[in-house]
């Protein structure tokens, strides 16, 4: 099993974790990072760390003076060409699966970059519909939008679209039951505090019909819906927006937790967490779990795909 591996921005932690995860990573696979050769050895001596012999890279992106703690164009330049790089590796059969350590959205933005992050991007370029997934064994979360600003979530609570989302979730995952979370306080309070729940429960209502067995249930009341009564009944839920799902389960998952795009024709894991500027670089030895748990999904992942084709 080959992995392709994006360093994310150098500024930030990524490098320090593939460095540190790599001896254990190789024994379940052969990792291939997506890093000039130059670069990973400027990065390894400004960590004090040394570059594995067993490490295979891929070159790409330019040469760039490593600014720990900084958002900058070359950062994003270089980050956004590892992904590239990574990605095209599994597009060309040269790799069964993308793993990505985190960029920095603000560098992608300098950099000029069409795209706010790794979802949007492979989104974009595979012209296909990702649904973003974050989480761990205990508990997964589905985001039903993503990156869009706050004000703009209760415009896109809409039926057709929620139960075409809810019907590849399912398809993707085969599991259930699955809970599905309302927009509003109280999921609305019967129509008191909002109506987009009536919209919700006709889209759950649609999604279970066409499936043809009951598999989501909601709208569930949000502020209940991380409990430890719920995580019993739920190991799935979908969240109406970014951090209606993502504050709760860093809460409680935070170390672990990795980051899953499902619905596309490749198979793509992440770090639940971001690029750590205020401890890059500064021998803080960040935690490696979240970027381990996602090596592992991504292994078992692609060797679900490849057992089924």
Known sequence: MKLAISLGDLNGIGLEIALRSHEEIAQWCEPVYCIDPTMLAWGAALLGLDVP?????????????IT????TKASGKASYASFLKALSLV???KADALVTLPIHKEAWHKAGMLYKGHTDALAGLLKEDAMMMLGCETLFVGLFTHHIPLKN?????????????LIRFWEA?????????????????????????????????AANKAIGEEVFMGPLVPDAAFTPQKLAQFSHLVCLYHDQGLTPLKALFFEESINVSLGLSVVRTS????????????????????FLNATKSAITLAEKRRNFT
């Open 271 to 290: 770090v639940d967490h971001g690029t750590a500027y205020d401890i890059a670089y500064k021998g803080m030895n960040p935690s490696c779990k979240s």
């Open 53 to 65: 012999e067993s490490l295979q890279t891929c070159p790409c992106g330019d040469v760039f003076d």
């Open 153 to 165: 979530v209760a415009k896109q609570i809409k039926k057709k679209p929620l139960i075409g989302f």
């Open 91 to 93: 597009q060309e059969n």
């Open 68 to 71: 720990p703690g900084r958002a």
């Open 173 to 205: 995952l085969h599991v259930k039951p699955i809970g599905v979370l309302g927009l509003n306080p109280h999921a609305g309070d019967g129509g008191v505090i909002g109506k987009e729940e009536r919209v919700i429960a006709k889209a759950i209502a």
